[in-house]
């Protein structure tokens, strides 16, 4: 009796909370796991409408921004696609300046010929995916080691992606599925030859701004179009003059027939992360040390940014971008705690854990596979707490997400500098080495205003030693307490004065005359390069830890997927394409606080503030919401303007295309509430919801507000 009443809470935590609408879905698995169940919905596709090898199907239209960074979508027959303006901020702002302020203004090109080129943007696509999981793991064996195993997986690969690009001038990759149980590989074509065509401006893409952002009600138009371009072979090729629009075999037709509330509906992208096999302590692990080190860590930086874009309108362009980028996610952690905490997702995951083991020490063989999975996990985690405090500091300041930019930019000099100490394994000239650090600066000095930097680096380096531990400071501080008796705003002042990063003029000359010697008497570049080394040495000390930690990881989502061989599991978002479905819909967000499932522009007129940059309405809008100018964008006579969905999305699913039961584009996925930040580790019905531009809204600000008629004549619009 007390094994079936296990069992009936296990089905209930473990299965049950597999919501029917939930799940990133492998587009060639849909027709086996998922058709039914649309269909059942409303959807009148195929399975072969949505993936085919054999004819065009949506998989074909659906693009990577950047190798996944964002979702867009082809809507012409030449190359026109559509993506969230957040999405294409880089290159709005990039091509931005206090005389032409595209940020502020927006941009619209009349003809291909004022169309923006944008260097190193790139749009991939899926040629096929295909289940190789018997071919990598073909080899492998319980004996081995995981440096053994990774070194199998990683020969096996290499072959299956070279025999799947021979011959072609397609890419591959092969992703791990379920923590390493399976394996896919993925062909696509890249194209890099990517031109602005159209954003509004911020006053419209980005209405509400920040204050706005993950929440919901909405009232931005969040889309921008590019338009990409091919050699005259109708081949990928960097940008030319001579190049042409791309002529995709199909492209999404976009409906003008609205939608109403449960109407089904589909989003295809490309989700980037999610950790939905998280345990109890990876849950703590990422709310205690990454959440918490993001929203310190950022917060000071972006007052800092933010006080500095308040003084002046070049330094607001220059930083539109990195500001958006970094504040972002530092609003998403400050959500994702809370959601964390009010749906007590911890103690949810901790009844499935002890249910977990009960389920385990049922059974002999349960024991001997599966029966010290958690308790390696958690070991693991607590042993590596000290080292990703410190990797969370380095990356979130340094490294990765670059909140300081000069000690990332004098990396720019590290191939130089390793091939002169004779490490690098294949040599090159020094005129080349020069020429990419060129090329790199002129991007960095374009952006890079000196003082903000400087403030925002004495702030980050006494972050990082009041909340590191010293076991785990770069050299670099010893070089402040023995050159600048401990006083960091001193060594940061030396450090912007001083190095030849920190100006044009000085990386000039050494560019021009490359001196080695010069680098060791550098101090952004020795500051930097003792970051780099600390970072290394940790990750050294860390490898074991993470090769127990893959390990049980790996064991741990395979018992949980043997516990029920008959239920359906989706794997975790990782960038490859995917598919989730659900249905238009309003919720409830807490007691007594109900929303309803799409907003209009009356919304924005009511949400004006003068007195705040973010909610300030553009003159002409205000007066096409006079004269009621929509038709035929409308909905009984009203111009909606956003509108929900329970679909399952993520970070990566910007930009992704929202579609009705006949596969039309009805809106595009730019957001999600604020109830359901802990949606990345579980998916809650009741409160997870997409937040998505209405396609109408999108049409009618090219067409009525911004007048680019031509545009709208090149797509496929249905009434």
Known sequence: MKKRWITYILQLLLVSSIHAD???WLLPLIQELNMDKMQEMGLELEAGDIYSLDHPSLKDVIGALDYGGCTAEVISSDGLILTNHHCG??????HSSPAQDYLTHGFWAMSREEELPNPGKTISFVVRMEDVTEKVLGMVHLEMTEVERESEIDKSSETLISEAVEGTHYEAVVVPLYEGNEYYLVVMETF????????????????GGDKDNWEWPRHNADFCMMRIYTGPDGKPADYALENIPYKPANWLPISLSGYEKDDISLVLGFPGRTNRYATSSGIREIKEIENRNRIKIRGEALDLIMEDMGKSDKVRIQYA?????????????IGQNLSLDRLQVIEKRTVQEDLFSHWVSAEEMRQEAYGDILEEINSVISERNMMENALSYLEEMFLLHKTVEVFDFATSAFPFFFQELGYATEKKETTELM????????IFFRD???????KVASAMMQLYAENVEPLYFPGLFSTIYKDFDGDIDKYIDHLYRKSLFTDPSRFEKFTAKPKFKKLFKDPVFMGSFTMYQTYQQILDEYEELEERFVAARRSYVKAVRDMYPDSIFYPDANSTLRLSYGTVCDYLARDAVSYDYYTTLAGVMEKEDLREREFTVPAKLKQLFEEKNFQPYCQDNTMRVCF???LDTTGGNSGSPVLNSRGELIGLNFDGNWESMSGDIIYEPEFQRSICVDIRYILFIVDKFAG???????MDIHD
């Not at 020429?435 to 002129?442: G, I, L, N, P, V």
């Open 22 to 24: 939930e799940g990133m």
């Open 89 to 94: 901020v880089d290159e709005i702002q990039s």
């Open 192 to 207: 890099k030859d990517v031109r602005l065509v159209g954003a509004p401006p911020e006053s419209i893409g980005r209405f």
């Open 321 to 333: 971008a990195k500001y958006s980028r970094l504040s972002n996610y530092y609003k998403y952690s």
């Open 435 to 442: 020429d990419r650090m060129k090329q790199r600066s002129a």
């Open 448 to 454: 890079y205003h000196p003082e903000t930097d400087q």
């Open 644 to 646: 929900l969905t329970d």
């Open 708 to 714: 680019a008629h031509q545009l709208i004549e090149e």
